[in-house]
């Protein structure tokens, strides 16, 4: 029976489980798609959420590969094209590209005597021991149900390119995630008329703070509780932006924190020198025209959904999918409670940067892997804490109940989860030797 695992997705995620798998000499393939490597950071996939103006919302020093810095010299958020040299040249680095399947997408996955028969949209179909879910959770729109026909352009923030777009023309952005508020100061630098409609008051939080990156400024802070945290930085906020409510912005109705970090301070620009306007949740279409919730209503001829993706696996039947009916929130968000051979990456929520949330989980599927071909005690060990699972990964943070939200985990939680996974495991605290 073959040892070898199938690594579904080339993205950040998947290249982070081959350099582990790699470095615990576990043999693997990764199944992409496309020509190349980049996940959503390749915009020749035709699902890629990238758009001209996207840059990081984390900064470059927070955001790297464990042991694989970002050049010093880059800016402190690199723009799209950066961050997809910098994904491939990870990839060579590691050697990644020996073990890459490019050119066919997985058309399924299944249960098969000996692990997983995995066919690709080529026909070709392969037995794998082991299969590593990574193929992204950023790609299928998800749009509410809006009443109404709408008679201009109507598209998810998924579709849109570029500010030349909006050239000369009304428009609305729905939402107001750091998708949203990009594509929103796009708006107002390019279209004749441009607004954002809010169903909530949200916390913007500025890409720097005492002259460096934000993230980068609170890694440096001393460790509080999470209640004094926001307390001490509601009131550094409240003194550098002042009343949002003077830019139209709604009051947040949670605390700060309790919603994914909205890291954007061009937005504040763009209210204050009336670029951009605010407007309500939406009610419905008709015509050309927005009916917001209040009862008022605007000409448009674009509207933009900023609303977020659902997490999708189409090549799973729904018996070993965990997300067919939502976000679940999976034992250290990358075990199947079910089954010792089924894995998923890329599937996670939390404040900073995802490229280092899957360098961490990728260490950890990687000793699942060698644990559950060697077997014995240590197999049983794991089992049973996957089983158990003890972790709290939120650690007294409460988020909006929002679809946005669900499965969001406190970054600081998750990595003490793992920690504590580790040590009760007899694994190393540190990966460093091992790459």
């Not at 990156?213 to 945290?229: E, H, N, S």
């Not at 490229?355 to 049983?380: K, P, Y």
Request: charge should be neutral; charged fraction near 25%.
């Amino acid at each position: 029976m073959s040892d070898k695992t199938a690594i579904v997705g080339g993205g950040p995620a998947g290249l982070a489980a081959g350099r582990a798998l790699k470095a615990l000499g576990l043999p693997f393939d990764i199944i992409e798609g496309n020509a190349d490597f980049g996940g959503l950071w390749n915009r020749d996939w035709p699902l890629s959420p990238i758009y001209d103006s996207a840059h990081f919302i984390s900064s470059r020093t927070m955001s790297a590969f464990d042991g694989f810095p970002m050049p010093e010299h880059w800016p402190d958020y690199p723009r799209h094209d950066l961050i997809l040299d910098y994904v491939r040249s990870f990839a060579r680095a590691f050697g990644l590209y020996d073990h890459a399947r490019f050119g066919a997408a997985v058309a399924s996955a299944r249960p098969a005597p000996g692990g997983w028969r995995v066919e690709t949209t080529d026909g070709r179909a392969e037995t794998y021991r082991f299969l590593i879910c990574a193929s992204g959770a950023t790609w299928d729109a998800a749009a509410p149900p809006i009443p109404g026909a709408f008679a201009g352009r109507l598209r998810h923030a998924r579709d849109y390119q570029g500010a030349e777009e909006f050239a000369g023309r009304r428009v609305l952005v729905v939402g107001c995630g750091n998708s949203g508020a990009d594509i929103a100061c796009d708006a107002a630098q390019r279209g004749a008329f441009a607004a954002i409609s809010l169903r909530r008051g949200y916390w913007f939080i500025p890409k720097h703070f005492a002259g460096m990156p934000t993230d980068v400024y609170a890694a440096r802070q001393p460790k509080v509780p999470l209640r004094l945290r926001q307390f001490v930085l509601k009131r550094r906020l409240r003194r550098m932006i002042g009343d949002m409510a003077r830019l139209g912005l709604p009051e947040p109705d949670h605390e700060l924190l309790e919603t994914h970090p909205l890291m954007n301070d061009q937005v504040l620009h763009h209210l204050r020198h009336g670029d951009l306007v605010v407007r309500p949740d939406v009610a419905r279409f008709e015509g050309d025209e927005v009916v917001f919730r209040d009862g008022t209503r605007e000409p448009f001829d674009d509207v933009v959904l900023a609303t977020g993706y659902n997490w999708s696996l189409p090549y799973l039947a729904n018996a070993e999918n965990p997300f067919a009916e939502g976000k679940a929130q999976l034992p250290l968000c990358v075990f199947s409670p079910a089954r010792d051979d089924l894995f998923f990456m890329s599937f996670i929520k939390a404040a900073g940067s995802s490229i280092t949330l899957f360098g961490e989980m990728s260490w950890i599927v990687a000793r699942a892997i060698r644990a559950a071909q060697e077997g014995g005690a240590d197999h049983a060990k794991l089992r049973a804490e996957i089983a158990a699972n003890r972790y709290d990964l939120r650690k007294g943070l409460r988020m909006v109940p929002s679809p946005r939200h669900e499965a969001y985990v406190n970054r600081d939680a998750y990595a003490e989860a793992l920690r504590t996974l580790r040590r009760r495991m007899g694994w190393p605290e540190t990966e460093a030797n091992a790459a």
